[in-house]
């Protein structure tokens, strides 16, 4: 039987119109790793979504800079950079990036983290308390 453990961790949450072009990703996981953060992306089409965690406060906020310095159509950072409880059953390398196509994947892996109603808030898919 595996345990989940719920650990701090600053995340945020990017929403944008889409998110197509390969170039772009490649410089976001680039600054994903100079700021040695942790990214979920959901690219393809519409809408984009981000997902960054980091045990770093500045280097996430540096990191939603970076990426807002890019001009992604419709940027809107959907959940600032904050400290956030998370279940953590499987341990994420310090720096990373993964890319889902589509939003369910998404909403599945923010589960997993134990960060489904509060990706659902930030997306304005449910209302927040």
């Known amino acids: 039987m595996s345990r989940s453990a719920n650990i701090q961790i600053f995340t945020t949450l990017i929403r944008t119109h889409h998110i197509t072009s390969r170039k772009k990703l ?8 100079l700021h040695n953060v942790h990214v979920l992306i959901r690219s393809g089409g519409s809408p984009g979504i981000m997902y960054a ?3 770093d406060e500045v ?14 159509k419709d940027f809107q950072c959907a959940r ?11 341990r994420l390398k310090d720096s990373g990036f993964e890319e889902v ?4 994947e ?5 589960e997993q983290r134990g960060l489904g ?3 659902r808030i ?7 308390d």
Do not use: C, D
């Open 26 to 33: 490649a410089r976001v996981k680039k600054a994903a790793t």
């Open 53 to 55: 965690e980091g045990a």
């Open 59 to 72: 280097a996430i906020s540096n990191w939603v800079a970076y990426v807002q310095a890019l001009r992604y």
């Open 80 to 90: 600032k950079p904050a400290i956030n409880h998370i279940r953590a059953t499987v």
């Open 101 to 104: 196509t589509s939003v369910a």
């Open 106 to 110: 998404f909403g599945e892996r923010m």
């Open 117 to 119: 109603s509060w990706w």
């Open 122 to 128: 930030g997306m304005g898919y449910e209302a927040s």
